[in-house]
Every structure is written in structure tokens, then in C-alpha cells.
């Protein structure tokens, strides 16, 4: 059964740093492209970067590239998102998903303010 448990988030001033990560289990984790999304009250869940199963390549979308930066651990099959610059506007709670699974993890929590 698929898995997908995130930590790592939590309040932080703007400005300021997290890393998130997405710790996975129950497939085989270097054969997925991966992804990150982040949810706010009342809006659709958005895509933020995706990630091939090599880790090779990446995108980022434009409102977090610069700033977010997606990264995988292979053996670990652990992803990975830093987040530095960090503004009020990127609050939402944050999801990893594989594009080829229908499982979504609980979430972490980003609290961004002063």
C-alpha cells in the first residue's frame, strides 16, 4: 500500500527557511516522478515542482522558482523540498504526491508570519 507521511513544517518569520520532506512507502520510489503541492482554504491544491525518479531533472513553477528547491534521496525514498525566502502568501498546507498514484499523505502545515 502506498504511503506518503510529510513533516517539516511549521511557523516561520518571513523571510526565514523550512525543508520539508515526504517519507514514502509501499512502491518503488526511484521509478516515480514525484511532485510537491501546497493547499490554502478555499483554493484548488496547486502543483509547486515536480521531480523525475533520477532526480535529474526538475521544474519549478514561477511563483516558488529561485526560492524552493524539489530534491529526492533515492535510498531513502524520501523527498525532499527546501524552501528559503520564505513570504506570507507561501502559507498553505504542503502534500508530495507521485503523478501515477491516487494517494495523498496528511500534509505539513506552513505558517508563515511575523
Known amino acids: 500500500q502506498v504511503r506518503l507521511v510529510e513533516s517539516g513544517g511549521g511557523l516561520v518569520q518571513p523571510g526565514g527557511s523550512l525543508r520539508l520532506s515526504c517519507v514514502t512507502s509501499?512502491?518503488?520510489?526511484?521509478?516515480?516522478?514525484m511532485r510537491w503541492y501546497r493547499q490554502t482554504p478555499g483554493k484548488e491544491r496547486e502543483i509547486l515542482a515536480s521531480?523525475?525518479?533520477?532526480?535529474?531533472?526538475?521544474i519549478h513553477v514561477d511563483s516558488v522558482k529561485g526560492r524552493f528547491t524539489i530534491s529526492r534521496d533515492n535510498v531513502k525514498a524520501t523527498l525532499y523540498l527546501q524552501m528559503n525566502n520564505l513570504q506570507p502568501e507561501d502559507t498553505a498546507v504542503y502534500y508530495c504526491?507521485?503523478?501515477?498514484?491516487?494517494?495523498w499523505g496528511q500534509g505539513t502545515q506552513v505558517t508563515v508570519s511575523s
Open positions: 521531480i523525475t525518479g533520477s532526480g535529474t531533472s526538475t
Open positions: 509501499g512502491f518503488m520510489f526511484s521509478n516515480y516522478m
Open positions: 504526491k507521485s503523478p501515477v498514484f491516487d494517494y
